[in-house]
């Protein structure tokens, strides 16, 4: 009797081992699935983010929050590097004032660009890069990670 006692009592110890396994299981289920749909939301507004327009008045609070910022437009053909910083206002650069990002490329290549390249339009929130958070970012993911709508 004392035997099938122990057996018993083994086996339901076995049964409440898989059974604590079967429910640890269940909860990393249900976990993923729940991290999958936070990506998934994640993934969406990233989308949604990459696709927004930034109005010219929405690009004025994003300067002014670049206010002490360094910043630098490199022009790869010659490997020449303006480097400036932002007052929060203007783009500035040996005493030059730029309104915007472009005027401020687009000076840097006027300078050292031989080509034609210099007359083309410009958008220097995708070719400028400022410092921000120890890196070299482009103004335009700047602008996308601190967006303020």
Same mark, same amino acid.
């Given at each position: ?6 057996? &018993?009592?083994?086996?339901l ?5 898989? =059974?604590? $396994?079967? $429910? ?6 249900? &976990? ?7 990506? @998934?939301? !994640?993934?969406? &507004?990233?989308?949604?983010?990459? =696709? ?9 609070v994003? #300067?002014?929050? %670049?206010? *002490? ?9 010659? /490997?020449? !590097?303006? #480097? *400036?910083?932002?007052? *929060?206002?203007?783009?500035?650069? /040996?005493? +030059?004032?730029?309104?915007?990002p ?6 840097? &290549? %006027?300078? !050292?660009?031989?080509? #034609?390249? @210099?007359?083309?339009?410009? +958008? *220097?929130?995708?070719?400028?890069? $400022? ?6 970012? =482009?103004f ?7 967006n303020? !709508?």
């Amino acid at each position: 009797m004392e035997e099938q006692k122990e057996k &018993l009592q083994l086996e339901l110890e076995l049964i409440i081992k898989q =059974k604590k $396994v079967l $429910v640890a299981e269940l909860e990393i289920k249900n &976990l993923l699935e729940k991290i999958e749909s936070e990506k @998934a939301k !994640v993934d969406k &507004l990233k989308a949604e983010l990459t =696709k927004k327009k930034f109005t010219p008045e929405e690009n004025k609070v994003i #300067t002014s929050i %670049m206010k *002490g910022f360094p910043i630098r437009h490199i022009y790869k053909k010659k /490997n020449d !590097v303006w #480097t *400036g910083i932002c007052d *929060g206002k203007y783009f500035l650069h /040996n005493d +030059n004032f730029y309104e915007t990002p472009s005027g401020f490329a687009k000076a840097h &290549l %006027m300078e !050292v660009a031989s080509d #034609t390249r @210099a007359t083309f339009d410009i +958008n *220097g929130w995708n070719v400028c890069e $400022v410092y921000y958070i120890d890196s070299w970012i =482009k103004f335009d993911d700047f602008r996308r990670r601190v967006n303020i !709508v």
